[in-house]
């Protein structure tokens, strides 16, 4: 059974960083592209960065580029999202999602399968 696990959020002065994890498990990772999305309230869902299944080409949202890094290693199955410079606006559920079409994927609807999410807070 594919499962996508969150990890790493927390509370974050600005300015601070932090490391978000997606443990993917049931699965070929490599055989995936895997997007982190997040989800601020009254706030649509937003597509933060993909990576791509084949190439590791990545994509990232206009707000978090230079600031966000993704990154995967298929061996250990974990994706990772590197947040440095956090603004206050970066606060929300942040989930991994994975999405068995080639390229890199940049459309939410285009993820089948999503983990739970993990909180990150941003504030003073």
């Known amino acids: 059974q594919l499962q996508l696990v969150e990890s790493g959020g927390g509370l974050v002065q600005p300015g601070g960083s932090l490391r978000l994890s997606c443990d993917a498990s049931?699965?070929?990772?490599?055989?995936?592209?895997i997007g982190w999305v997040r989800q601020a309230p009254r706030k649509e869902r937003e597509g933060v960065s993909f990576i791509s299944s084949s190439d590791d080409n990545t994509y990232y949202a206009d707000s978090v580029k230079g600031r966000f890094t993704i990154s995967r290693d298929n061996a250990k199955k974990m994706v990772y999202l590197q947040m440095n410079s956090l603004k206050p606006e970066d606060t929300a559920v942040y989930s991994c999602?994975?999405?068995?079409?080639?390229?890199?994927?940049?459309?939410?609807?285009?993820?089948?399968?999503w983990g739970q999410g993990t909180q990150v807070t941003v504030s003073s």
């Open positions: 999602a994975a999405s068995a079409m080639l390229g890199t994927p940049i459309a939410t609807h285009q993820y089948r399968y």
């Open positions: 049931g699965f070929t990772l490599r055989a995936y592209a």
